[in-house]
């Protein structure tokens, strides 16, 4: 299996391949060039894998939210490199992303990721772990931070930089027991590439055209079980 995930959606921009058993990884946080940034990163992990775009199997992508000049990146790149290639893709959250390199850091099973929307507002899920990967509960949301509403219990762990922005208003908001903080948790490729291997393998994917940016704002809730 030979999987590129490609991530540009908050500050952080990263590319990750996975070739067999292999996974060769980007990554750096950035406040501006992460269209240019990301194609550098693409050629280089695929040049250090010694294969070729064209055989690739498919392109997983961060659809959002985060950024609006960051998810449309995200979307673009993947959509350019997708069409030339004629490969599947992969859409993936973001927050679904952090929740899963917060698991990987700190075996943490429950995790409610959230990201500075700006304008006082956050965007957030709930996760939790199912056979190694984060299942969104409920829906993803944009909310005032203070306004925060989860069916959260027991303990739980928070991921992501509307922690930063917002502590207070959020461990107010949120019932169950804080085990820990990541304030500066940022999407990485590498779990974005986990998230969509079982997806792959499920035959999960969506034809170039239909590569989508998620942006919550425009009063889109993903009503899903899973990512």
């Known amino acids: 299996m030979k999987l590129l995930a490609i991530d540009a959606a908050t500050e952080a921009c990263s590319v990750a391949l996975l070739a067999g058993e292999e996974i060769y990884t980007r990554h750096m946080v950035t406040p501006r060039g992460h269209a240019q940034h990301l194609l550098n990163m693409v050629s280089e992990v695929i040049a250090e894998a010694g294969l070729s775009i ?134 990485h490729a590498m779990d974005l590439l986990t998230l969509a291997r079982p997806r792959y393998m499920a035959g999960e994917t969506v034809s170039a055209e239909q590569a989508m940016p998620t942006y919550l704002r425009n009063d889109v809730a993903i009503k899903q079980s899973g990512v």
């Open 54 to 187: 064209k055989t690739l199997d498919a392109i997983a992508f961060d659809r959002g939210p985060g950024s609006f000049t960051g998810v449309r990146i995200s979307t673009s790149v993947t959509q350019g490199l997708a069409f030339g290639a004629d490969l599947p893709v992969i859409p993936i959250s973001s927050l679904a992303t952090i929740a899963q390199g917060a698991w990987r850091e700190t075996g943490q099973t429950q995790i409610l990721a959230v990201i500075d929307a700006r304008m006082g507002e956050v965007y957030w899920g709930h996760y939790t772990l199912c056979e190694g990967g984060m299942v969104l509960q409920g829906e993803e949301h944009v909310s005032k931070a203070d306004a925060i509403q989860t069916t959260i219990s027991g303990s739980w762990y928070g991921a992501g930089t509307g922690w930063q922005a917002y502590q207070q208003d959020l461990l107010h908001a949120v019932q169950g027991e804080c085990a820990g903080l990541d304030s500066e948790s940022l999407p």
